[in-house]
């Protein structure tokens, strides 16, 4: 029974305690003031280093005083501006004119102060959204009294306009922070510009030592790797202008996604691009068959291929086309074989025909000695005993070996008296008694 006692007496004891931390917890977070508003011109990166610790309660504390801060001065700009407003206006009275003007310069050092108290809101925002606060309702206000407030009547007065654009074109806050982040834009750009071209040579350096890799192959590493490194220079460019990336990323990611379903069929000449790219089936510079077209293979990137015939055309094949079809690549190997057929008249010598068209194919300084020409009788045809005449070559020598030995073949036979038939057909008449 004691022990019982003991028990219920430590329980109920962690109770009051727990509940005792709890309530001193929440009487701390309740007696938090801010601290970092105190100070409106805090230097932004000493403001973030003060923002760290603190827990999202303590933040939202921090964020209402900084509304707090930029709502006053807010008021307070309002309140010059209607003093500006209800001047008396076209009079020619030097202290009124001073008075507006001076009032003009108040107003825009006040729009100055507004843009750095929006700044570190921002800063203040941002950790609060790290650490899991709701920041909408505070993105909404600042958006809302972003901006240099103006009225019609400013616009039509032109010495008011005058000073208003020169204050703001010297303000830090205003045009020369303008100037600044242009000149970074610009500056980031440029940058952007030439390390993209020394990645690519760089790339295209290091793709040129390598023998796996085809033509097609390098131009699209090298395309890659300068395209990203711009890209992404780009990206931090614009970022110097306040633009916030990170729903231009996300919005990029959508836009990609929507564009790729609407474009199933340039996705689909993109997957034939990229297999066609490992597989290598043809490079640059090959002759190859392929989607009905024969020529030679001028330039391709990820959807299409650009074939240039025979005749000049150039003719641009998806690569799906290619690639789901049958490719012949002409002058893929460094050699070819060329495939002939002669032939001569049934009474003629047969010997003596092989022997002269051997002759012809060992002495042409373009067939190769290895592997081994072919000459052999082929078959009897309908007029004429036919032979195959098969020499090696080097690829790019195919044509003139074609042609040197067809010529050669003809001259030869007609001197030694070796006849070349051509299609005959008999015909016969007979006539018949009435």
Not at 65 to 71: F, I, P, R, T
Not at 165 to 180: A, D, F, I, N, Y
Request: proline share 3%; glycine share 6%; hydrophobic share 45%.
């Amino acid at each position: 029974m004691k022990k019982l006692k003991e028990l219920v007496f430590i329980f109920a004891l962690t109770i009051v305690l727990f509940f005792s931390s709890f309530s001193l917890a929440q009487e701390a977070d309740s007696d938090y003031t801010a601290v970092t508003a105190n100070e409106p011109n805090v230097h932004i990166e000493e403001l973030k280093l003060l923002l760290k610790p603190l827990t999202k309660d303590e933040l939202i504390v921090e964020a209402d005083a900084w509304l707090n801060l930029v709502k006053s001065k807010i008021q307070e700009i309002g309140n010059i501006e209607i003093q500006i407003l209800n001047h008396p206006k076209d009079t020619e009275d030097q202290e009124s004119t001073e008075l507006k003007k001076q009032m003009v310069v108040t107003s825009t050092k006040l729009q100055e102060e507004k843009t750095g108290l929006i700044d570190r809101f921002n800063v203040v925002l941002d950790a609060l959204k790290l650490k899991g606060g709701g920041i909408d309702d505070y993105k909404t206000y600042i958006a809302a009294v972003s901006g240099i407030d103006m009225s019609m009547e400013d616009i039509k007065d032109v010495n008011a306009l005058k000073i208003r654009t020169v204050e703001w074109l010297k303000s830090p806050q205003g045009g020369m922070r303008w100037l600044k982040s242009i000149i970074s834009f610009v500056v980031i750009l440029v940058i952007s510009c030439i390390l993209a071209c020394f990645v690519g040579k760089v790339t295209n350096r290091a793709v040129n030592k390598s023998k796996k890799f085809s033509d097609l192959l390098k131009q699209f590493f090298v395309s890659v790797a300068s395209k990203t490194v711009f890209v992404v220079g780009f990206i931090m460019a614009l970022s110097m202008l306040g633009i916030d990336i990170a729903p231009l990323i996300a919005g990029l990611g959508v836009a990609g996604f929507v564009i790729g379903f609407a474009l199933q069929g340039t996705l689909s000449n993109f997957a034939s691009g990229l297999m066609i790219l490992m597989y290598r089936p043809y490079d640059v510079g090959n002759v190859i068959e392929a989607a009905g077209v024969v020529g030679v293979v001028d330039k391709m990137n990820l959807v299409s291929t650009t074939i240039k015939t025979f005749d000049n055309q150039i003719i641009v094949v998806p690569n799906g086309s290619i690639w789901g079809g049958v490719i012949k690549n002409i002058t893929g190997s460094d050699t070819r074989r060329v495939d002939m057929k002669f032939g001569i008249s049934y009474s003629d010598d047969i010997a003596k025909a092989e022997k002269i068209l051997k002759e012809i194919v060992s002495s042409h300084q373009l067939v190769l000695k290895e592997p081994e020409p072919v000459v052999k009788m082929h078959e009897l045809g309908e007029s004429s005993v036919n032979f195959v005449c098969r020499p090696w070559s080097k690829t790019s020598d195919y044509w003139n070996v074609y042609w040197d030995v067809t010529r050669a073949v003809k001259e030869r036979f007609d001197k030694e008296g070796v006849s070349i038939p051509f299609p005959q057909q008999d015909v016969h008449l007979y006539q018949t008694g009435d």
